[in-house]
């Protein structure tokens, strides 16, 4: 099995998860005792928030490089960015490094094609909703017609993601809101939802939601197992 090299802390709670599916996915696939093979550079969130917030993205590209160029001296042979929004610097992150760097993107277009659907409403930060680099990316690789909410929707679900999510909480009135937003997408002609932040994940599950949902923590982990278990 390949070490898979994890950068992760943004925020730790949705590292969290990936690290519990990364390694119930190697135990359902192996058997046994198995788990999985892989390193973890968990950075400050904190210091990545604020530079998001001020649109620093290269000296957030450069930190995350960083943590790539450690991941690879420390054995890990297939990298992930264990968040969504932070694919916005993705190429700065592969381009430090020598081996492979698994998109978060094209798992989860991979997984919206395999299930026959092609117009899907899109929900994650601000930056991943409005900006390109995550939208074009799931527009070009997987030929999907991406909605996003309106403004307001945008900005609930923004602030869902960082004042409760991002710090473990969990609000069943969150909840309510999230469903009521899905509802929108699907009104606009959504087939499916991508849950395009890892914390959703921890919020929204199948059952809210009338459309199939993608969660793209648990996409992007069961991509990984799959690169490597692959020789």
Not at 85 to 95: G, I, N, P, R
Not at 178 to 201: D, H, S
Request: net charge negative; glycine share 8%; aromatic share 6%.
């Amino acid at each position: 099995m390949k070490t898979l090299g994890l950068i992760g802390g943004m925020s730790w709670e949705s590292t969290a998860e990936y690290y519990r599916l990364l390694n119930e996915l190697t135990r359902e696939r192996l058997g046994g005792l198995h788990s999985a093979r892989l390193v973890l550079y968990s950075v400050d969130f904190a210091t990545v928030e604020r530079l998001q917030a001020e649109g620093r993205w290269t000296e957030a590209g450069e930190l995350l490089a960083g943590a790539a160029r450690s991941l690879e001296a420390a054995g890990a042979d297939l990298l992930l960015i264990c968040t969504n929004t932070m694919h916005k610097v993705a190429d700065q992150v592969a381009s430090a490094v020598s081996v492979p760097l698994l998109h978060l993107a094209d798992a989860t277009a991979a997984a919206v094609r395999t299930a026959g659907l092609r117009r899907v409403g899109l929900l994650g930060t601000a930056f991943t909703m409005e900006q390109d680099f995550y939208r074009g990316r799931l527009a070009s690789s997987g030929g999907l017609d991406v909605l996003v909410p309106a403004a307001e929707s945008r900005a609930l679900v923004h602030r869902i993601i960082y004042d409760e999510l991002c710090v473990g909480l969990v609000r069943e009135e969150s909840r309510a809101e999230f469903r009521r937003v899905i509802g929108e997408l699907v009104a606009e002609g959504a087939e499916g939802v991508i849950l395009g932040c890892t914390e959703i994940e921890l919020l929204v599950h199948p059952a809210d939601s009338p459309v199939p949902v993608f969660p793209t923590a648990r996409l992007h982990a069961e991509a990984a197992i799959t690169a490597a278990l692959t020789e």
